[in-house]
């Protein structure tokens, strides 16, 4: 599939999400705007029109917005990504698909540079598990998931999917009661392929008590898996968008 075709796929997808909700557009409009690291003001001044728009129709002061909103809204997110690389494109490009709900991803982001494991872990609050001495590796990003919603229902395949096709990317999954289950599906998407394609980092948010199979499974197949004390996937979410990876 080449790019045109990922991107059409993609603007499809994010306005078919905010067209077809039925309580609240706006919710969803602000979800994508944040996915794409993008300002209300910013994204006002692309698309020549006064913040307050934006705003307005993302509060829900202004109701269901025309089809041709969502258009220039989308279209306006996608260039001005573009305009910066297209790195949150290409990262969702690979997430969005038929099968995985787009609510199910909390947020997705590429690195301009590859950073050492370890700055994100340190960032997040982390506690580490397993392999400390591995978070010195590269990653070039991160998937962020509502693991209730998301990996105890995803097929292996789609699993491997979200992972976006390499190792050098940190997988963080939020609402997790005791690790067991993201971790068995982690081990399971490494069964009957010829390359065993996992996360650099595993991260966990909101864990009460950890299963100690889930610590044997990182154990055994050389992840390091650590628990943030953050408390809320909320909170972990806006410290994910303002981790600076320059710095």
């Known amino acids: 599939m080449d790019n045109s075709e990922a991107l059409r796929r993609l603007a499809e997808a994010m306005a078919g999400e905010i067209c077809l909700t039925e309580h609240d557009p706006g919710l969803i409009m602000r979800r994508w705007r944040e996915r794409f690291h993008i300002s209300q003001k910013n994204l006002a001044k692309h698309l020549s029109v006064s913040p307050s728009v934006i705003s307005d129709y993302e509060s829900g002061r202004r109701k269901s917005p025309r089809v041709e909103t969502i258009k220039r809204f989308v279209e306006g997110l996608i260039e001005m990504d573009a305009a910066d690389g297209g790195r949150v494109s290409m990262a969702l490009e690979k997430l969005i698909t038929p099968e995985i709900a787009s609510d199910a991803i909390l947020d997705s982001r590429e690195f301009g540079v590859p950073i050492p494991s370890r700055l994100l872990v340190d960032h997040l609050d982390c506690k580490v598990l397993t392999h400390r001495n591995l978070l010195d590796r590269d990653i070039y990003g991160y998937t962020a998931l509502d693991s209730i919603k998301a990996i105890v229902s995803l097929t292996?395949?789609?699993?491997?999917?979200?992972?976006?096709?390499?190792?050098?990317r940190g997988a963080i999954l939020t609402n997790v009661s005791t690790g067991k289950s993201p971790m068995v599906a982690i081990k399971a998407s490494q069964i009957g392929t010829s390359v065993a394609i996992k996360p650099a980092v595993v991260i966990l948010q909101g864990?009460?008590?950890?299963?100690?199979?889930?610590?044997?499974?990182?154990?055994?197949?050389?992840?390091?898996l650590c628990v943030s004390e953050i408390e809320s996937a909320e909170e972990l979410i806006r410290e994910l968008r303002l981790f600076d990876p320059q710095m």
């Open 156 to 168: 292996p395949q789609q699993l491997l999917r979200l992972y976006g096709g390499t190792t050098q």
């Open 207 to 224: 864990v009460k008590e950890i299963d100690s199979i889930a610590v044997r499974i990182a154990d055994s197949i050389h992840i390091p």
